[in-house]
């Protein structure tokens, strides 16, 4: 039972656009969400995250923006540079609980 | 910032015999730490949960008596995979918070070990 879904498993992008990941949940219990990027052979690293009581999240050129009626989230990447190509990770926890489950990733390829 | 080091990065060996894979925070305490497995192409699964001087608690379909986890310091925590056979073969990565007290706090995680069992 998938429970945190991200179902376009990769993204080409050109540079200097918009990269827009999404990700479903099905558990309305979730109340807490984080992105996490992973580069090849190394683990994933944190790279923002919402609570449910916000609908939007900035932090530089990433945004994550939270639609809790439709248990959907999104990253968006405004400008995508080369270096954002990696697999992206999203994550949801219910606060107080130490479990994170993932979602399947989303493989990012910005091209120059 | 807080860094969680994972060794060893990549090991290879045969069925039957068994691996140790250590985890530890390098700049803060952690009481709990976090082992998950990744498939090709899927998701991190959570096996086990590591506990600072107590047992660890394992996820649902995850056999205890085969990955081995001890945690005796509270910047050190160990997973040994036993009797490994071909279909243990993944990608393990630990994980911790920095503030364990906040659930919020994001998870720090290592650079994972790629174990291969021929």
């Known amino acids: 039972d998938q429970q945190v879904k991200q179902n376009s498993p990769s993204l080409s992008v050109q540079e200097g656009r918009i990269s827009i990941l999404n990700c479903d949940y099905t558990?309305?219990?979730?109340?807490?969400f984080l992105w996490y990027k992973k580069y090849p052979a190394e683990g994933p690293t944190f790279l923002i995250s919402i609570s449910s009581i916000k609908d939007k999240n900035e932090d530089g050129r990433f945004t994550v923006f939270l639609n809790k009626s439709a248990k959907h989230l999104s990253l968006h990447i405004v400008p995508s540079q080369p270096g954002d190509s990696a697999v992206y990770f999203c994550a949801a926890a219910i606060q107080g609980a130490q479990k994170l489950v993932f979602g399947q990733g989303t493989r990012l390829t910005i091209n120059p | 910032g807080a860094v969680v080091s994972q060794h060893p990065s990549r090991v290879i060996c045969k069925s039957g015999t068994s691996v140790k894979i250590e985890c530890r925070s390098l700049?803060?305490?952690?009481?709990?730490m976090f082992w998950y497995r990744q498939f090709p192409k899927q998701s991190l699964m959570l096996m086990a949960t590591?506990?600072?001087?107590?047992?660890?608690?394992?996820e649902q379909g995850v056999e205890k008596d085969k990955f081995l986890i001890n945690h005796a310091s509270l910047t050190l925590s160990t997973l040994t995979v036993t009797s490994a056979h071909p279909e243990d073969s993944s990608f393990y990565i630990c994980?911790?918070?920095?503030?364990?007290?906040?659930?919020?706090?994001?998870?720090?995680f290592g650079n994972g070990t790629r174990l291969t069992v021929t």
């Open positions: 590591s506990n600072e001087g107590s047992k660890a608690t394992y």
């Open positions: 558990n309305s219990m979730f109340d807490y």
């Open positions: 700049d803060f305490q952690a009481t709990t």
């Open positions: 994980s911790a918070r920095e503030y364990p007290g906040l659930s919020n706090s994001p998870l720090h």
